[in-house]
């Protein structure tokens, strides 16, 4: 289903994203080509599909390192920064939670309404759980993905651990250097093929289809994340104001304080990583089409 979030995803998106994950993995997809017909192949994609794709990562870097980071730079103790790392953040969220309990637990309310508050007990509690799913939520990664991906062993890593080593390996691979020499760099990463300086070249279909699986995966999973929430929340603000409650703005303001911020941040990084995927989904069947169908 599209979201209405993210602004970026056509619905013709979604659905290529979905029919090529339930595509299986056909093995063997390997192929050698001349090193310049791999070459003339990175001039055809470079404006229509590799320049927007390296544009992708340096988005994606921009977030990690400085918008929203994952992690402090070395010896950075600055309270502002310390502010703004993503686990901070989602912290915020899990002790506005704790706030909402101890204000339930000092308000005044009759025994013919312990239901009710039960019942907005059980609300916090989802609320809580989703909130925290932000910070654990997992995804399955191919052993070897920055090398030689496996196609039958994983393990499962943290969303926010995998997006860091995301960005770094691929700004590793597909920098802010002179466009021809990234995009190849780029290119022979996705395809775990190691750059020649002439002869041939032996392109991995199977670990380019491996990686896109991954990155298609981590869409859904941060797609999912986000809207979780939201109508727990609603639930739990029509609630405390339907009970009358003498506290429901200080209720309100606990649960809520910091949640925009949040779901802006997870939008963002969506729609980075989105981007990114979208473009290597195009590159992918792009040059399927030029080295492998012809």
Request: proline share 4%; hydrophobic share 40%.
């Amino acid at each position: 289903m599209m979201k209405s979030h993210l602004q970026t995803c056509k619905l013709g998106q979604w659905l290529t994203i979905l029919a090529f994950l339930s595509l299986p993995l056909v093995h063997g997809q390997v192929v050698t080509i001349p090193f310049q017909t791999f070459k003339d192949g990175l001039k055809y994609s470079s404006d229509s599909t590799i320049s927007p794709l390296r544009t992708g990562i340096s988005n994606l870097n921009t977030l990690v390192k400085s918008v929203y980071p994952i992690e402090l730079p070395s010896g950075s103790n600055s309270p502002t920064s310390v502010s703004k790392t993503v686990s901070t953040k989602l912290w915020g969220l899990e002790h506005g939670i704790d706030q909402v309990n101890d204000e339930l637990a000092d308000s005044s309310y009759s025994e013919e309404n312990q239901a009710d508050f039960d019942a907005l007990g059980n609300v916090v509690e989802r609320i809580r759980e989703k909130f925290m799913a932000y910070s654990t939520t997992t995804i399955q990664v191919p052993n070897g993905f920055y090398t030689t991906p496996d196609p039958h062993e994983s393990q499962s890593v943290d969303i926010w651990t995998f997006i860091n080593s995301l960005a770094s390996q691929l700004v590793l691979n597909g920098g802010p250097d002179s466009p021809e020499a990234s995009a190849g760099r780029l290119v022979s990463f996705f395809f775990s093929a190691s750059l020649p300086d002439s002869g041939t070249i032996t392109l991995d279909f199977d670990a380019f289809d491996i990686r896109l699986r991954t990155l298609l995966r981590l869409v859904n999973s941060l797609t999912d994340l986000i809207d979780a929430p939201s109508e727990d929340i609603q639930n739990f603000i029509t609630m405390i104001n339907d009970f009358n409650l003498s506290n429901a703005f200080e209720l309100e303001i606990y649960l809520t304080a910091g949640y925009e911020e949040v779901q802006d941040m997870l939008k963002a990084y969506l729609n980075a990583v989105s981007v990114i995927s979208w473009g290597a989904d195009e590159l992918y069947w792009e040059l399927k089409g030029l080295w492998l169908d012809e």
